[in-house]
């Protein structure tokens, strides 16, 4: 729909990424449909030496920005949901920081470091990478910075509630 309306509304024109996740609890699945050139990354502890070498997956199937040509479908990824997944989501600003100056940022290198030292919620991740971002860029990015962290974690049998926290300029 956001596609098909943006290309309506602008001839073709104008074009966007777009990422979307969905954590479904009914079906136990994490959905990603991506319209972005960037990958979404996957990061779990568990999957080091059984599933991935280190523990990363890149989600980066060639995919099309949403508003230029008919027809455009997103790419859909749904996997189940698994205790201590963190999810990296963002644009073209976050993933080229650094490129002007010849010092491109490593997400998953940050990240490690990040986790080595205690740094585990998903706010506090997104908050270090972005600033680092904005630092490569000598705090003028080149492009639109924008991150979503998502962590799943195991319930606790005191706290099943679930929270979300978004912060938005205004």
Same mark, same amino acid.
């Given at each position: 729909?956001?596609?098909?309306?943006?290309?309506?509304?602008?001839?073709?024109?104008?074009?966007?990424?777009?990422?979307?996740?969905?954590?479904?609890?009914?079906?136990?699945?994490?959905?990603?449909?991506?319209?972005?050139?960037?990958?979404?990354?996957?990061?779990?502890?568990?999957?080091? %030496?059984?599933?991935?070498?280190?523990?990363?997956?890149?989600?980066?199937?060639?995919?099309? @920005?949403? %508003?230029?040509?008919?027809?455009?479908?997103?790419?859909?990824?749904?996997?189940?949901?698994?205790?201590?997944?963190?999810?990296?989501?963002?644009?073209?600003?976050?993933?080229?920081?650094?490129?002007? +100056?010849?010092?491109?940022?490593?997400?998953?290198?940050?990240?490690? $470091?990040?986790?080595?030292? %205690?740094?585990?919620?998903?706010?506090?991740?997104?908050?270090?990478?972005?600033?680092?971002?904005? $630092?490569?860029?000598?705090?003028?990015?080149?492009?639109?910075?924008?991150?979503?962290?998502? %962590?799943?974690?195991? +319930?606790?049998?005191?706290?099943? @509630?679930?929270?979300?926290?978004?912060?938005?300029?205004?």
């Amino acid at each position: 729909a956001a596609h098909d309306y943006l290309r309506t509304q602008r001839g073709g024109k104008v074009s966007a990424t777009l990422n979307l996740v969905s954590v479904d609890l009914d079906s136990r699945t994490l959905v990603f449909l991506r319209n972005n050139h960037c990958p979404t990354l996957l990061y779990n502890p568990h999957w080091i %030496g059984v599933t991935t070498p280190d523990g990363w997956q890149y989600l980066n199937e060639p995919s099309e @920005a949403i %508003g230029i040509h008919a027809r455009t479908r997103p790419i859909a990824t749904e996997l189940p949901l698994q205790p201590d997944l963190l999810a990296f989501i963002f644009t073209d600003g976050i993933w080229t920081a650094g490129e002007r +100056s010849g010092q491109r940022i490593s997400l998953p290198l940050l990240v490690q $470091e990040a986790l080595g030292s %205690g740094v585990t919620k998903p706010k506090d991740l997104a908050d270090l990478l972005l600033a680092r971002a904005i $630092e490569l860029d000598q705090g003028r990015p080149v492009d639109d910075m924008s991150i979503v962290v998502l %962590g799943i974690r195991q +319930s606790q049998p005191e706290d099943e @509630a679930r929270r979300m926290t978004v912060s938005l300029p205004f």
